[in-house]
């Protein structure tokens, strides 16, 4: 007896791309931007009848229309990375830590306090030594309090973390109340404005050149510290498999503690970076949910410090460009924003065709004999 049967398969399937060259990749991606801005050139005269040419170069004159412009996008671009590379080590082992803002707050808030307390009464190299270590503790403990938890009990990392910003954000408005200047003000005001007490210095006649030398510096380290350490390695391991790395002998909830305090720290040092070398104050909104962004920097970069400067460019100039042709062309803030996401959603979308390929059912019918 033999019968005619089809096998049933689904019209589109998914399947992973390993085997996906790097040019290529690039190639995707470069494909991605170009498309996207073809489509928010429709947009825009569809929309507003500007002359998109017109629209694009306002936003590169945006970053780049003058040398203060220029610098402040470096500084944008540097703070937006330092904190990226902070909570990288923590999602490569798949901690999901979306406690950023509050780790770097409270790196700022001990800044300021050091600032506030000791800016006319120590020396000024010993001062930002202080300042330095005492940022990097504060950022390291507020990181560790979800990791002790995570490690003992196996609470779920994403809401306490979550929940630590709103922490944060509550002591930063009492120490402003506290620290109020003048009184009523409801701000803390510029910190030691006169004696300049607790500011990093000016390199070469740049405020911003010292924080982009220490970040540079930082993606150094960190892409050397994942890659090559043997903390690097444990990291990788954690997060590819815990019963795996128990299996050969890593200390599973000694990785998790050591990594999320590596993580608060760096967290705190960019703290210190907005606070003594950037914003010379401090309040709620000192991070201006770069913390957040910064997720998306380290996933789009795939973890790779070096790629992430790139990542991190392409979100400044994309918001600052998004700023710059709002102001020019009087258009309402919410139409930069559109542009911009629609933009950033290209370039997260290139990576589903980088990873996955899209495959077809075969038209071709089997006979079994039975």
Not at 319 to 334: K, N, P, V
Not at 335 to 358: H, P, Q, R, V
Request: glycine share 8%.
């Amino acid at each position: 007896m033999s019968k005619n049967t089809t096998h049933s398969e689904p019209l589109i399937r998914l399947s992973k791309n390993d085997s996906v060259p790097m040019w290529k990749g690039w190639l995707i991606r470069i494909a991605a931007v170009v498309a996207a801005f073809i489509v928010c050139a429709f947009i825009i005269v569809s929309v507003t009848d500007l002359n998109p040419i017109e629209v694009y170069a306002a936003m590169i004159k945006g970053s780049f229309g003058s040398v203060r412009k220029f610098w402040i996008l470096l500084q944008n671009i540097a703070m937006l990375l330092c904190i990226a590379l902070a909570v990288t080590p923590a999602y490569k082992m798949k901690f999901w830590n979306i406690g950023a803002e509050g780790q770097v707050l409270m790196g700022g808030i001990a800044t300021a306090a050091c600032m506030i307390w000791f800016g006319d009464k120590m020396n000024p190299v010993l001062l930002i030594i202080l300042m330095a270590v005492v940022s990097c503790v504060a950022g390291a403990i507020w990181g560790l309090i979800p990791a002790v938890f995570k490690a003992n009990f196996n609470t779920n990392e994403t809401l306490f973390t979550l929940m630590m910003n709103y922490v944060a954000m509550q002591i930063a408005s009492y120490c402003v109340c506290f620290w109020e200047n003048p009184k009523g003000s409801n701000s803390v005001g510029i910190i030691n404005a006169q004696t300049q007490g607790g500011w990093l210095p000016t390199i070469g006649g740049q405020k911003y050149l010292l924080n982009i030398l220490i970040v540079l510096f930082l993606t150094i380290f960190m892409y050397i510290y994942l890659k090559y350490s043997k903390h690097g390695y444990e990291i990788s391991v954690v997060g590819e498999s815990e019963n795996t790395a128990r299996y050969i002998g890593i200390n599973v909830k000694k990785v998790i503690l050591r990594t999320m305090a590596l993580s608060g720290a760096m967290c705190g040092i960019a703290g210190l970076l907005l606070v003594s070398g950037t914003n010379h104050t401090i309040s709620s909104e000192t991070t201006g949910g770069r913390g957040f962004t910064a997720i998306m920097v380290s996933w789009l970069a795939k973890f790779n410090p070096f790629v992430m400067i790139l990542t991190s460019f392409l979100i400044v100039f994309l918001d600052r460009g998004a700023s710059e042709i709002a102001t020019r062309f009087r258009l309402d803030e919410s139409m930069a924003d559109i542009l911009t996401g629609i933009i950033l959603f290209f370039i997260i979308a290139s990576e589903f065709f980088i990873n996955y390929k899209i495959n077809f059912r075969s038209k071709k019918k089997k006979g079994v004999n039975e």
